[in-house]
C-alpha cells in the first residue's frame, strides 16, 4: 500500500520535513516513490511549506493513505483528504475518534 508520509530531515532543533509517496513497508526516512513537497515548521508564516497540490490529489485518487500529521496539513491547505472511488468513505470520516464512555 502507498502512504503520504514525512521523511525527517533537518539537524537538532531544527526539524525539516519532506511530504513523500512511500510504499507503506519502506522505514520512514527510506527511499520515496515520489517527493511531494516540504514542511519547515520553524519558518516565517507564508515560508512553511512547498506542496504539489495536483501530485497530492493524484496519490490520493489511486488510493494513497495519508498519515495523521499529513491529513492534518492537507487539511489547513484546503485539500480534500478523500480516498479514490474505490468505494471507501473518506479518510476524515474513518477516522474520528469514538465518544468517551460513561
Same mark, same amino acid.
Given at each position: 500500500?502507498?502512504?503520504?508520509?514525512?521523511?525527517?530531515?533537518? =539537524?537538532?532543533?531544527? $526539524?525539516?520535513?519532506? !511530504?513523500?509517496?512511500? %510504499?507503506?513497508? @519502506?522505514? =520512514?526516512?527510506?527511499? $520515496?516513490?515520489?517527493? !511531494?513537497?516540504w514542511? %519547515?515548521?520553524? @519558518?516565517?508564516?507564508?515560508?512553511?511549506?512547498?506542496?504539489?497540490?495536483?501530485?497530492?490529489?493524484?496519490?490520493l485518487?489511486?488510493?494513497?493513505?495519508?498519515?495523521?500529521?499529513?491529513?492534518?496539513?492537507?487539511?489547513?491547505?484546503?485539500?480534500?483528504?478523500?480516498?479514490?472511488?474505490?468505494?471507501?468513505?473518506?479518510?476524515?470520516?474513518?477516522?474520528?475518534?469514538?465518544?468517551?464512555?460513561?
Amino acid at each position: 500500500m502507498v502512504v503520504l508520509r514525512f521523511k525527517k530531515m533537518g =539537524r537538532a532543533h531544527q $526539524p525539516f520535513y519532506r !511530504l513523500c509517496a512511500m %510504499d507503506q513497508r @519502506a522505514p =520512514r526516512d527510506g527511499r $520515496p516513490i515520489e517527493e !511531494l513537497g516540504w514542511y %519547515d515548521p520553524v @519558518a516565517a508564516e507564508g515560508k512553511q511549506h512547498a506542496i504539489k497540490g495536483e501530485r497530492v490529489r493524484y496519490w490520493l485518487g489511486v488510493g494513497a493513505q495519508p498519515s495523521r500529521t499529513v491529513m492534518n496539513l492537507l487539511r489547513t491547505l484546503s485539500i480534500d483528504n478523500t480516498v479514490g472511488t474505490k468505494g471507501r468513505k473518506p479518510i476524515a470520516a474513518r477516522r474520528v475518534k469514538a465518544p468517551a464512555a460513561g
